[in-house]
């Protein structure tokens, strides 16, 4: 079966930086793009970009270039989502997803729900 | 760029039917039929129902389905069910920005 398993939430100050991960089975993670999706509280689901674990070719959405970093680990079927510096803003549910070669995204990861509070 | 918009809320009653609409531009929904729509129960992620605007995926309940229209796409569910008080995105392929969602509507069933 398949599944995308996302690392526990986390609760940050401002300023501090966090990765949390994005784990791929019964499936070949190399050969698709996986998404990860930001919600915020209030707002609908946004695209943060995709990354293509095989050459970790990397496409970001034009509102989170430069704000965050994906990275994948192809030996371990895993996505990370890196942010240097958190801001109160980024506290939401991020998710972790598989583009579909139909244009849409199966499976989705639980969710990791990121708090950033000083 | 803005997301797809949504009614904020719908409700039925158990055995009814509801429709959910979802509104983009010229930019996504009206020129391409990539539309999918994801059902999320609390807690967990969402699941996708239906993707290329009417096609279900395996598992899925005939009960749901899509359309599309114009700049505007649209997901019925018949018969509803308990089970199915959840919120429900849209998502459409875009020129712009590759895939926008929308803002996300809650179905609750009375």
């Known amino acids: 079966e398949v599944h995308l398993v996302q690392s526990g939430g986390e609760i940050k100050a401002p300023g501090e930086s966090l990765r949390i991960s994005c784990q791929g089975s019964?499936?070949?993670?190399?050969?698709?793009?996986i998404g990860w999706v930001r919600h915020l509280p209030g707002k609908g689901l946004e695209l943060m970009g995709l990354?293509?674990?095989?050459?970790?070719?990397?496409r970001y959405s034009p509102s989170f270039q430069g704000q965050v970093t994906m990275s994948a680990d192809k030996s371990t079927s895993t996505a990370y989502l890196h942010w240097s510096s958190l801001k109160a803003s980024d506290s939401g549910i991020y998710y972790c997803?598989?583009?579909?070669?139909?244009?849409?995204?199966?499976?989705w990861g639980q969710g990791t729900l990121v708090t950033v509070s000083a | 760029h803005s997301a797809l918009a949504q009614p904020a809320s719908v409700s039925g009653s158990l055995g009814q039917s509801i429709t959910i609409s979802c509104t983009g531009s010229s930019d996504d929904i009206g020129t391409w039929p990539y539309v999918s729509w994801y059902q999320r129960h609390p807690g967990k992620g969402p699941q996708v129902i239906i993707y290329?605007?009417?096609s279900r995926p395996s598992g899925i309940s005939d009960r749901f389905s899509g359309f599309k229209s114009g700049n505007t796409a649209s997901l019925t569910i018949s018969g509803l069910r308990a089970e199915d008080e959840a919120d429900y995105f849209c998502s459409s392929y875009s020129t712009s920005i590759t895939y926008v969602f929308g803002a996300g509507t809650k179905v609750t069933v009375l």
């Open positions: 990354i293509f674990p095989d050459d970790s070719d990397t």
């Open positions: 019964g499936f070949d993670f190399s050969d698709y793009w």
């Open positions: 997803t598989r583009q579909m070669r139909g244009n849409y995204f199966d499976p």
């Open positions: 290329d605007v009417s």
